[in-house]
C-alpha cells in the first residue's frame, strides 16, 4: 500500500484555502494529476456528498470520491468509491488545515492507495510512493501560487 504526507504553508486565510481546495470544479488549476473535477451529488463539501475527478498520467482516469468527514476550515476526509482507468483497487485521503495566524494556513494532505493484484507487490511501496509524493508536492506548491497570487489580486496588490 502505498500512503504519501505532504505539507505546504500558504500565506492566506484558512477560509480562502478551503475554498479553493474543496471545489472540484478548481481541482485543475492547482493539481497536477486533475484535468476536470464536479460534484455529482449534494454540490457542497459533505457528509456523503460525491464528487469525480478526471485526469490523465500515463493514461486517462477518473476517480469517483465521497466525503466521509467535512470539518469546515479543519479537515476533509474522503474515500475512493471506484477507480476508472487504472488499476487501483481502494484509496483514501485527508486533507487537515491548520491555521496559523489570521493570514497563513498549513495544509497536510495525506493519502494512501493501493494497486490491484499483482501490481501492488510490484509497484506500491517502491515506486507509487515517491511518483506520488513528488506530484503531491508540485500541485501543494502550484495550490500555493495560486491562493496567494488571489489573495495579492484582491488585496489590490500587484
Known amino acids: 500500500m502505498a500512503r ?12 480562502r484555502v478551503w475554498a479553493v481546495m474543496q471545489d472540484p470544479t478548481r481541482r485543475g488549476e492547482w493539481d497536477f494529476r486533475v484535468t476536470r473535477g464536479r460534484f455529482t451529488k449534494d454540490g457542497v463539501p459533505m457528509k456523503g456528498a460525491t464528487f469525480t ?8 482516469y477518473r476517480f469517483d470520491m ?5 470539518n469546515p476550515y479543519r479537515q476533509t476526509v474522503v474515500r475512493l468509491v471506484q477507480a476508472h482507468g487504472v488499476p487501483v483497487a481502494s484509496g483514501s485521503g485527508s486533507w487537515t488545515y491548520i491555521r496559523d ?3 497563513r494556513t498549513v495544509v497536510r ?15 506500491d ?14 500541485s501543494l506548491g502550484k495550490l500555493k501560487r495560486l491562493v496567494e497570487a488571489e489573495v495579492k489580486r484582491q488585496a489590490g496588490v500587484e
Open 4 to 15: 504519501v504526507v505532504c505539507e505546504v504553508e500558504i500565506d492566506a486565510p484558512v477560509e
Open 53 to 60: 475527478v478526471a485526469g490523465r498520467m500515463l493514461l486517462p
Open 66 to 70: 465521497e466525503y466521509l468527514t467535512v
Open 101 to 103: 495566524g489570521q493570514e
Open 109 to 123: 494532505s495525506a493519502f494512501r492507495f493501493e494497486l490491484k493484484r499483482p501490481l501492488h507487490v510490484l509497484f
Open 125 to 138: 511501496s517502491w515506486l507509487m510512493t515517491p511518483v506520488m509524493y513528488a506530484v503531491t508536492r508540485r
